[in-house]
């Protein structure tokens, strides 16, 4: 059986805000994706960042003391080919 | 000295209409958007378009930083100064509302005030002296006069040089419960700013002046809180399915696909300017007074705006009680090779205010790579013109 690890998907009002998101878990060196905004997120802008579920916590403080407010968490999984 | 692609014997004069030849670092970010980060900005997650829009945060971030602004988020690229200035105005002001104008502005603001106030705005105009100068006491004045949405002015005059305090301006401006808004053209780059202790509640630059990026780009600052109305409505790769604009900086004001390459060059400009921006302000101030008090020694020039004494922005006009100034204009580009601007600069106030709407002037505009051979050139060259 496949085990996949669940992550947390953060959605952004803008670009700018989803960008600025990305330099913070760079610059905190937390692992991360930029992906494109899933669609079950809702009216958000382009661009979503993905963090393992172990990470997310780390990432929300990195991305709360940067003031870069998510619009959106969401918890997903993969979708097993 | 000269950056790669100038055209090597132009003594150019004419940085107050735009910045040339552009910073190295400019052309070569410009080609660097097109070459490696051409995708659309915003719109999509894949690695081209990512690029696009980091470039676009970097700039941002950039511009922020080096024009004194805490949240880049304040900033809006716009597609020049005209554009952002008509943001601002027709954005913030509506029919019944009171403008209290200075009377040097250009026909950026000139034109959009003319609008509104067909519309209904009321537009007071504040006299400036004959160099430019607006005394404060006089905009207290006039908005104490009558109830007054905004007060309107520009930093520095294209023609006369003159810097207006606009501090003080805005003081009065926020005393009276009104808006500053501030037409930055011939002020963000020459003069060092800090937008946030400005005071200003909205401030308009272009970015090819003396910010020295491409042509194509403008820099609207809104402070926070201000809600200019947008003026175009339109995609932005957010919130698609909803049917309203965004209402999120910057977001809100950047409808439609941005000036990707004009917002990276800008981004390498504030870069510079950040890091040797005094230095570029030093040499222009030394070589504008030099100018200035030679060109004052000429039999029959008169020097419009402000004494050598006297701070201005790197702007001389001149004007000859014989020697039409388009003859003198073309005499120094047909002969010396040297660029400078006649004519009335889009900026008839200025020139009623100096007295040479008849005339119109010679204006010499020093900016970025502006030697002192450019300028002991252009003097000999005038001597010999007015001569
Ligand atoms: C004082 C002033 N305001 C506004 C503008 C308009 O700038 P742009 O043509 O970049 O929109 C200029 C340009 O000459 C200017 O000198």
């Known amino acids: 059986m496949i085990e996949v690890a669940p992550f947390i998907v953060y959605g952004f009002a803008t670009t700018h805000d989803a960008l600025v998101g990305e ?20 009216a958000l802008c382009g661009i979503a960042l993905r963090v393992p579920e172990a990470s997310a916590h780390d990432a929300e403080l990195a991305l709360t003391a940067a003031r870069c407010g998510w619009t959106v968490r969401v918890q997903m999984q993969d979708r097993v080919l | ?33 097109l070459t490696d980060a051409g995708g659309n900005p915003g719109r999509s997650a894949h690695a081209i ?13 950039d511009v922020a930083s080096l024009l004194g602004v805490p949240n880049a988020r304040d900033i809006a690229f716009v597609p020049g100064c005209t554009a952002g200035l008509n943001l601002a105005l027709k954005g913030l002001l509506k029919p019944g509302d009171r403008v209290v104008v200075g009377s040097t502005e250009h026909n950026a ?21 004959s160099a430019g100068r607006i005394d404060p006491y006089d905009i207290e004045r006039a908005v104490a006069e009558a109830p007054t949405r905004a007060v309107v002015c520009q930093h520095a005059s294209n023609v006369l040089g003159a810097i207006q ?39 308009v630059a272009s970015g ?24 175009m409505q339109g995609g932005g790769g957010s919130s698609s399915e909803d049917p309203v604009q965004p209402t999120a900086r910057p977001d809100r004001y950047e409808a439609g696909t941005p ?3 004009g917002i990276a060059g800008l981004g390498a400009a504030a870069r510079l300017l950040s890091a040797e921006g005094d230095a570029i302000r030093a040499t222009e101030r030394r070589l504008t007074r030099m100018l200035h008090e030679a060109l004052l020694e000429i039999p029959g020039l008169r020097v419009l705006g402000p004494p050598p004494a006297e701070e201005r922005v790197p702007v001389v006009s001149v004007v000859h009680e ?19 601007r006649a004519g009335l600069h889009c900026a008839p106030w200025a020139h009623a205010t100096a007295g040479t709407s008849g005339s119109g002037a010679v204006r010499f505009g020093i900016g970025y790579g502006v030697t002192e051979e450019d300028v002991e050139r252009a003097i000999r060259a005038m001597r010999e013109v007015c001569a």
């Open chain 2, 208 to 231: 090819h002046k003396g910010l020295l990026g491409p042509q194509g780009v403008g820099v609207l600052y809104l402070a926070p809180g201000v809600d200019a109305v947008e003026l």
């Open chain 2, 165 to 203: 305090p606009v501090g003080d301006f805005a003081d009065i401006a926020h005393e009276a419960g009104a808006y500053l808004i501030v037409d930055g053209a011939q002020g963000a780059g020459h003069l060092k700013l800090n937008l946030a202790a400005l005071g200003a509640d909205a401030y």
């Open chain 2, 49 to 61: 378009a990512l690029a696009a829009s980091r470039l676009i945060l970097e700039s941002r971030t």
């Open chain 1, 23 to 42: 330099r913070t878990l760079l610059a905190a060196d937390i692992t991360h994706m930029t992906i494109p905004t899933p669609k079950s997120l809702g």
């Open chain 2, 259 to 261: 000036n990707t390459p």
């Open chain 2, 1 to 33: 000295m000269r950056e790669a692609g100038s055209v090597e014997d132009i003594s150019y004069f004419d940085h107050a209409a735009t910045s040339w030849p552009k910073p190295q670092v400019v052309v070569d970010a410009v080609v660097h958007a």
């Open chain 2, 109 to 129: 603001v000139a034109r959009p005030l003319h609008a509104l106030a067909a519309a209904g705005v009321r537009v007071d105009v504040v006299q400036a002296d």
């Open chain 2, 322 to 340: 014989r020697v039409d100034g388009d003859r003198i204009a073309f005499e120094l580009d047909s002969r010396y090779r040297i660029a400078v």
